[in-house]
């Protein structure tokens, strides 16, 4: 089964930009799935923020505004997330996920914090 | 984007009771609906795949049902493990949604 990890800075600055990666071990990146980023506010539901497969070829959420980039490396087996601009309403649990529709395997997830 | 709203939003059940929590699509969606449980400090777990297959390694008690617009995630002979939220999610367009959540506490 696919395990995945996030890492990152957990506190970033307001206006600030926001950088995850997600690590991949037990398939390839190059595997036949979509790789996915879903956050969730503290004390609130889930959010899908973006997907790449590992063409390159990527989906993000309309509501993040072209606040979102999320890219692959395919040498290092992960992918990445980095979200511009950010607020306090950025505050949340990010996790990374894969599945072709649904997510199958997830993250633990990492709590990112907005705050100066 | 496709809306997806649950009801209830929280219920509070016994032991070995059966519950049905119910999760309605704004728009068709054929059988891309997904059901998820997730407990209090972990990642959402998958349950249920396009309506009605159940995951790998979920507990029979689990089991799904329905198509275009209204969708059903039903748990028989509910367990003190399975309080936890619990929620639904489309794949039939983007981006994809979930519903707000259904929250169960075991009495």
């Known amino acids: 089964q696919v395990q995945l990890q996030e890492s990152g800075p957990r506190l970033v600055k307001p206006s600030g930009t926001l950088s995850l990666t997600c690590t991949v071990s037990?398939?390839?990146?190059?595997?036949?799935?979509?790789w996915s980023w879903v956050r969730q506010p503290p004390g609130k539901g889930l959010e899908w923020i973006g997907e790449?497969?590992?063409?390159?070829?990527?989906s993000h959420n309309p509501s993040l505004k072209n606040r979102v980039t999320i890219s692959v490396d395919d040498s290092k087996n992960l992918f990445s997330l980095s979200l511009s601009s950010v607020t306090a309403a950025d505050t949340a649990v990010y996790y990374c996920?894969?599945?072709?529709?649904?997510?199958?395997?997830w993250g633990q997830g990492t709590l990112v914090t907005v705050s100066s | 984007e496709i809306v997806l709203t649950q009801s209830p939003d929280f219920q509070s059940v016994t032991p070995k009771e059966k519950v049905t929590i119910t999760c309605r699509a704004s728009q068709t969606i054929g059988i891309a609906l997904h059901w998820y449980q997730q407990k209090p400090d972990q990642s959402p777990k998958l349950l249920i795949r396009h309506a009605s297959q159940s995951f790998s390694g979920v507990p029979s008690r689990f089991s799904g049902s329905g198509s275009g617009t209204d969708f059903t995630l039903t748990i028989n002979s509910l367990e003190a493990e399975d309080a936890a939220t619990y929620y639904c999610?489309?794949?039939?367009?983007?981006?994809?949604?979930f519903g707000q959540g259904t929250k169960l506490e075991i009495k």
């Open positions: 037990g398939d390839s990146i190059r595997s036949s799935t979509w």
């Open positions: 790449i497969y590992h063409t390159g070829t990527t």
């Open positions: 996920a894969s599945g072709l529709q649904w997510f199958g395997s």
């Open positions: 999610h489309q794949s039939s367009d983007l981006p994809h949604t």
